[in-house]
T-cell receptor, first 112, second 113 residues
Framework: DARVTQTPRHKVTEMGQEVTMRCQPI?????VFWYRQTMMQGLELLAY????????DSGMPKDRFSAEMPDATLATLKIQPSEPRDSAVYFC??????????FGPGTRLTVL | AQTVTQSQPEMSVQEAETVTLSCTYD???????LFWYKQPPSRQMILVIR??????QNATENRFSVNFQKAAKSFSLKISDSQLGDTAMYFC??????????FGAGTRLTVKP
């Protein structure tokens, strides 16, 4: 039963600290998406990759967020430095181009 | 720009009854996909059903079916024989061939016993 995995599932950190979230897409999927979900803003697309290349990261605050895919089995989302307003659930999703996206369980981030 | 609108923030239905969730979208493209995702309290996003815009036949998945009206840009979800486990947030979503994916704000559905 293939699924997207994300680590950590929960993260509590203090303002100013670096946070790294990891995602393992489903084997064979060549598109990877990062979303942020908050009560106020709902689901926001932060970035997406195709064949490991970033295609769109316009939804991401550039000064503190960065997303990479060092290889086809790993996507990372990094926040440095973190701020309380970054508290949210971060989802990774993978799929094939122009097809269903399958979501991971999310990382719940709390920045104090 | 593509937008997805879910005009019902909350809905409730009695167990075993039928409920319809509304979704409208705005796009200038002719080819795209539409989805309904379910997010239960566990927060896992689960695909419920999908519809290709070039297909006229409405998609169905067991108790879930859609009413896709392309000219009206409407994509509603009907849940028949509602079950307690259907209680969740439901998101309508749109994706075009540039992989530009948009989600609606969601509808919180409560199934009452």
């Amino acid at each position: 039963d293939a699924r997207v995995t994300q680590t950590p599932r929960h993260k509590v950190t203090e303002m100013g600290q670096e946070v790294t979230m990891r995602c393992q897409p489903i084997l064979g999927h060549n598109t990877v998406f990062w979303y942020r979900q908050t009560m106020m803003q709902g689901l926001e697309l932060l970035a997406y990759f195709r064949n490991r290349a970033p295609l769109d990261d316009s939804g991401m605050p550039k000064d503190r967020f960065s997303a990479e895919m060092p290889d086809a089995t790993l996507a990372t989302l990094k926040i440095q430095p973190s701020e309380p307003r970054d508290s949210a659930v971060y989802f990774c999703a993978s799929g094939l181009p122009w097809d269903t996206q399958y979501f991971g369980p999310g990382t719940r981030l709390t920045v104090l | 720009a593509q937008t997805v609108t879910q005009s019902q923030p909350e809905m409730s239905v009695q167990e075993a009854e039928t409920v319809t969730l509304s979704c409208t979208y705005d796009t200038s493209e002719s080819n795209y996909y539409l989805f309904w995702y379910k997010q239960p309290p566990s927060r896992q996003m689960i695909l419920v059903i999908r519809q290709e815009a070039y297909k006229q036949q409405n998609a169905t998945e067991n108790r879930f079916s859609v009413n896709f009206q392309k000219a009206a840009k409407s994509f509603s979800l009907k849940i028949s024989d509602s079950q307690l486990g259907d209680t969740a947030m439901y998101f309508c979503a749109f994706i075009n061939n540039n992989n530009d994916m948009r989600f609606g704000a969601g509808t919180r559905l409560t199934v009452k016993p």
